[in-house]
DNA sequence: CAAGTATATGCGTTTATGCTCATATAACGT
DNA sequence: ACGTTATATGAGCATAAACGCATATACTTG
């Protein structure tokens, strides 16, 4: 498998696709309210804050994009990360932007 | 520094910006034409084949978030990947699409 | 079969953002 | 100073997506 070959403009499209539905804080949210294993929409609902009705497209879209995955149980529905690279997704750019906050806080309380 | 706590309401919305900055295929194709290193305008709208007023708009916006810096030179601007998270990031989303693609190849002809 | 609970979805409105065209700014050469 | 090249930006249009409200579907229980 080649590292970094130039990618194709489908796959160009993939991976904004990709980012797109990351870029939602209601999304993010769900996201890390699912960190500790699976829940149902009940539970998100509550845990986020968020209408149910909101809570539920968010959830058809994270599943869509195979980032969650559902699990019916009699009325319920639970949904948890299906995606492994998610978590470190998050810790990357958490990371990054940790470091672009300290160099602002260091140009506002310069020496 | 922790490493799991869960993110404040601020910290949601700049992951999100964040990620939103990576959901335009544009901005992935400036990056990726700036993997090699450093090019000026003129020849990011020649690779990329949008046009100069787009490409510039795009590239401010990857500016301002930090994810690219511009060095002036004369007449010209070089614009260079300025966070060392990105290749990470790219390369995570892209193994997750790749094994999520391979999946679906797989369902389109089982064994 | 009726009522209740959990989840999903159609629709309309609002907001955000990308794109194009035209023009502005900046730096260079003559 | 003037023209030319490289880059940036203002305005307007078009599209996409999020949200709320109401309602539909799916399953369970009596």
């Known amino acids: 498998m080649a590292k970094h070959r130039p990618l194709s403009e ?8 990709r980012f797109a539905v990351l870029a939602e ?3 993010l949210r769900l996201i ?3 960190f500790d294993g699976e829940r149902n ?5 509550e845990a986020t ?5 909101n809570v539920s497209r968010h959830l058809q ?3 869509a994009a195979h980032i969650l995955a559902r699990r019916k149980e009699g009325l319920q529905v639970f949904y948890r990360i299906s995606d492994p690279t998610i ?16 160099r602002q806080i260091g140009h506002l309380a310069p020496g």
């Open 41 to 45: 929409v009940t539970d998100l609902v």
């Open 25 to 27: 804080p209601m999304r």
């Open 10 to 17: 489908d796959a160009l499209q993939l991976v904004a696709a």
């Open 87 to 102: 978590p470190k997704l998050c810790e990357l750019v958490c990371g990054s932007l940790e470091k672009s906050l300290t």
């Open 61 to 63: 879209t994270l599943t």
């Open 49 to 53: 804050g968020g209408t149910q009705a």
């Open 32 to 34: 890390q309210a699912l």
